[in-house]
């Protein structure tokens, strides 16, 4: 069975660790927040110029001064601080973010990633993705594995135009968890009960499987 | 010693903002824009504007009303979702638009502020952004050179200010607005609470009045929310 | 989620600090310097750094010491006067010395706390600053290109501190404090008063925690004055 | 009679205008302020870190975290602001300072300035002089016209390593006001009584006399 969002979350969420500084993308990545185990000490940013971005907002308290980067209401922590958009990308420049965790149309098997422009159709723009995958300690992608048309999005090259080259690490898709390493998608698990076999017939950019492939626990 | 900054309103406020102008208009998505001198530009019909502004307001708010009343004619941007006339104006040709990395974008902004000309970043490198651009390595790394931006009037939405211009923001609807609230060579700046020189805090100003140029007290904030998504 | 930057004195902060390290010192003159950690160093005995810093502090006091001490290879300062033992150990070439302009100094310290590899700035453009650097024409006017610090250490003086390394300065005692503390690969502060988050306003902090990695409540402030200046 | 310091500072007073910021350098500039006409809105900047500097303290007042770039103690006035060192020097580098007044070893007849350096004597460092007059829109000199030796500052070159090229406009020594320009000193007034034969004797730079030069009125 394909991982769902949520699923895609949470196994993303493992990937976080004590004392980290986070920057989560709009879309599944905002989902993440909400498999942190209780009690990690990690802290959100949100590139519109917060640190430790907290919950949604319970109703009658939304302040329309305090969003995220996805313009969806917000609310703070105990430690939270705002800042203006040259700091935010600052710290992200200065690699004190430790993890990106972003949506994606596209990854290329050397690490290339398309998420903000699709040529005659569609431009909303890059907003901070690009800064974001130039100066990332470490990305990790969240998408599905196929788009809508049942074609990979996992690809030899992008055809899309790029936001950023060879800095993805790892993606975690609705059918596999792969590290992205020496021009390669590397499968390290897969979804409970998506076979080795249907991950290959979908993965059109270069595939290593190497011994067993574990299901994914999440 | 206070020099007083203050005008009467939006309409004084951006006297001498004229056609073909380039304009720095403050805030991130709808939050923490200067909407008392959007309807200002609305009403005054200045034309051929271009508008440099992290989004473009949707349909019917923010910059949107310009785009519906056709008075951009460039927009420079990060993103420019959630806005169906300006994707209508952009696919069409009639609205030329130049997309820039967030961080770019602001950075761009501070260099006007701080007089620097340029900037080094390596948002972009590697992508169509980087078309005709300078790359250059340093330790190992490339960089595209990017140019600080040169605008004519910036027009910032601040929390308070006092007399003298100086501003103080709140939440994240400080985002580019100290930034530009630094390059614009007039800088005009519109504020929640207009309050006189002492009362804010000298620690805790994110602009130093210097840099602004007009101030008014501005009226009937709607502070309209984007996605409002609440707790469960 | 607060991520626990808190050490438990200069002792604990400074672990790391070896020979041959480069350190950055906040502070303006005797203005905002860290008084404990600099104590901590002395004590240590750690030799042959390179301290960036604004000023050389005065001969029994601030860097002085470390002065005294022989602890210093190299000073990279804009203003090193107010200090006699200084000035002989420079000019008989015990301590090698780059001076550099005081705008230049705190743009190279912005710099590496907001990534960027170099800045341009027309600050000693004709003059032997300029030996050796890039000059470069945009619109008309030269600059030389200065590239962004790289400190093993930053060490600073704030006022108040949370517990997430969160900071904020006191009037001028700010200076190249907020600035060191986003470049350092390291960075440690000292504070006046060590809070618990959420006992700052998060609008009005300068230092956000991210840059921040140790942090402790100092002791003993002495805050030497250096011109006792008073109104007739 | 020559101006003493306190005459040089009132004469550069007259060039402050209404709704200027002001930076004043260390020594005679710093006098300038006690000449400011009351009710003049002029704002003065000290590059460690304010605007809107005021007068000292009263005695007991003092305050160790607030000093002026010559390091000493004074206090702000209402609507002062504090910021870092970098946006100081962005504000003095962007032009927004109208007038920056700073004293000088030497000048040169093309504004050419050096007053931070004499090679193997003295070396205390440039401080913010460099960013200073490389930016600043206009820059008025305080000195003496001749050093204790009597040697001419005003000179054809200078001596000394530069502060900065091409950049000073005005010059108020004991004796004379001098504008800089086209390569020459343009003799403007001279002190009572000072004669105009005795400020050619001192100037050992280019200066240019037209026409009947008035005393300096203070």
């Given at each position: ?19 980290m500084y986070v920057n989560l993308g709009i879309g599944i990545p905002t989902l993440v927040a909400n498999f942190i185990p209780e009690g990690m000490d990690v802290v959100l940013q949100s ?6 971005m907290g919950p949604f907002p319970i109703e009658g308290e939304e302040d329309a001064d305090l969003i995220n980067a996805g313009k969806q209401t917000i609310t703070t922590l105990p430690g ?139 | ?16 903002i004229s056609d073909g102008m380039t304009l720095m208009i403050g805030g991130f998505g709808l939050c923490g824009i200067p909407e008392n001198s959007i309807a200002q530009l609305v009403k ?189």
């Amino acid at each position: 069975m394909a991982l769902d969002k949520n699923g895609i979350a949470k196994r993303i969420a493992r990937e976080v660790a004590d004392g980290m500084y986070v920057n989560l993308g709009i879309g599944i990545p905002t989902l993440v927040a909400n498999f942190i185990p209780e009690g990690m000490d990690v802290v959100l940013q949100s590139e519109n110029g917060l640190l430790g971005m907290g919950p949604f907002p319970i109703e009658g308290e939304e302040d329309a001064d305090l969003i995220n980067a996805g313009k969806q209401t917000i609310t703070t922590l105990p430690g939270s601080v705002f800042f203006d958009s040259a700091m935010s990308f600052g710290m992200i420049r200065a690699r004190k973010v430790d993890l990106t965790i972003l949506g994606a149309m596209e990854v290329s098997e050397n690490g290339d990633i398309a998420n903000w422009k699709i040529p005659g159709k569609m431009v909303k723009g890059m907003g901070g993705a690009m800064d974001l995958v130039a100066s990332a300690k470490n990305i990790i992608v969240a998408m599905q594995h196929c788009d809508k048309a049942g074609n990979s999005k996992l690809m030899p090259a992008c055809g899309l135009p790029l936001t950023g080259v060879k800095c993805v690490k790892k993606i975690v898709t609705d059918l596999a968890v792969l590290e992205v390493r020496d021009g390669a998608f590397h499968l390290l698990e897969r979804a409970p009960g998506v076979s080795v076999e249907e991950i290959i017939s979908k993965t059109s950019g270069k595939l290593i499987i190497n011994g067993e492939i574990p299901e994914v626990s999440i | 010693m206070p020099i007083y900054k203050v005008v009467k309103n939006a309409e004084e406020a951006c006297l001498g903002i004229s056609d073909g102008m380039t304009l720095m208009i403050g805030g991130f998505g709808l939050c923490g824009i200067p909407e008392n001198s959007i309807a200002q530009l609305v009403k005054n019909g200045v034309k051929n504007l271009t508008c440099i502004s992290n989004n473009a307001g949707v349909d019917d708010f923010g910059l949107g009303l310009l785009l519906q009343n056709r008075q951009i004619k460039k927009m420079i941007s990060s993103y420019v979702g959630e806005n169906a006339e300006f994707e209508r104006q952009m696919l069409s040709g009639e609205l030329e638009v130049e997309l820039v990395p967030q961080g770019t974008l602001a950075t761009r902004c501070m260099a006007a502020g701080y007089g620097m000309p340029v900037i080094y970043t390596p948002a972009g490198v590697g992508t169509e952004v980087a078309e005709g651009k300078e790359v250059r390595n340093f330790n190992g790394k490339d960089y595209l050179m990017e140019y600080a931006f040169d605008a004519d009037y910036a027009i910032v939405k601040a929390w308070k200010g006092d007399t003298m211009g100086n501003l103080v923001f709140r939440a994240t609807a400080r985002n580019f607005n100290p930034l530009m609230a630094m390059a614009g060579k007039i800088t005009i700046a519109e504020v929640e609470e207009l309050v006189e020189p002492g009362e804010l805090d000298p620690n805790m100003i994110h602009t130093p009045g210097i840099y602004v140029h007009r101030i008014f007290k501005g009226e009937n904030y709607e502070k309209r929310i984007e996605q409002r998504t609440v707790r469960q």
